[in-house]
């Protein structure tokens, strides 16, 4: 069972800066790719960003020059820097794990708003 848990949400004002981590546990290999995810509030569930163990990574549009992000593959963890912030990004940031063997692990999610 992998688990995943994410940290470094919170309320930040626009044009700030947040850095969110995410530390997985259980069988985490150089193969799997993981990303970030979200879900702003009465919208669906989106694609932020992934990368794989080498370091590839895909970016949605709307975070493309404003969000970076990394993986530290000794320790198991993905971090997204967000920087540039807006309130379109307020949301509830979701990291997973997506397996050699085609199945995905989800956390519980953490929340960011970002206002004045």
């Known amino acids: 069972q992998v688990q995943l848990v994410e940290s470094g949400g919170g309320l930040v004002q626009p044009g700030g800066s947040l850095r969110l981590s995410c530390a997985a546990s259980?069988?985490?290999?150089?193969?799997?790719?993981m990303g970030w995810y979200r879900q702003p509030p009465g919208k669906e569930h989106e694609l932020v960003a992934t990368?794989?163990?080498?370091?590839?990574?895909n970016y949605a549009d709307s975070v493309k020059g404003r969000f970076t992000i990394s993986r530290d593959n000794a320790k198991n963890t993905v971090d997204l820097q967000m920087n540039s912030l807006t309130p379109e990004d307020t949301a509830v940031y979701y990291c997973a794990v997506h397996k050699w063997n085609g199945v995905d692990y989800w956390g519980k999610g953490t929340l960011v708003t970002v206002s004045s």
């Open positions: 990368i794989t163990r080498g370091t590839s990574t």
């Open positions: 259980g069988s985490i290999v150089w193969l799997d790719t």
